[in-house]
């Protein structure tokens, strides 16, 4: 099994900045990329950003310029750095890691979803 943590959201004024952390931890054989999805109540969740181990990050474009992801390979983390935060980012920010839990066999993990909010 392999469980993830997050931390890191909380409330913050427009214009602020926040740091999420994920820790991914159990059964992890590799990693394929490890990201930030959001999701407001009623809607799809969408991604926000991803960091390929391979090589090589990702970002929706309402994000771009303004999100920064970032990984340490040796602890298994993810970070995700928001600056310029606007009323409209706030919502509910998984992690999610694609990890191979087999030789041949990868699977999607979730975490428990940390609650964000930009309002003054």
């Not at 995700?80 to 409209?88: A, D």
């Amino acid at each position: 099994q392999v469980q993830l943590v997050e931390s890191g959201g909380g409330l913050v004024q427009p214009g602020g900045s926040l740091r999420l952390s994920c820790a991914a931890s159990g059964s992890i054989l590799g990693i394929i990329a490890m990201g930030w999805y959001r999701q407001t109540p009623g809607k799809q969740r969408e991604l926000v950003a991803v960091y390929n181990w391979g090589g090589g990050t990702n970002y929706a474009d309402s994000v771009e310029g303004r999100f920064s992801i970032s990984r340490d390979n040796a602890k298994n983390m993810v970070y995700l750095q928001m600056n310029s935060l606007k009323p409209e980012d706030t919502d509910v920010y998984y992690c999610n890691a694609r990890i191979y839990t087999t030789s041949a066999a990868s699977s999607d993990y979730w975490g428990q979803g940390t609650q964000v909010t930009v309002s003054l």
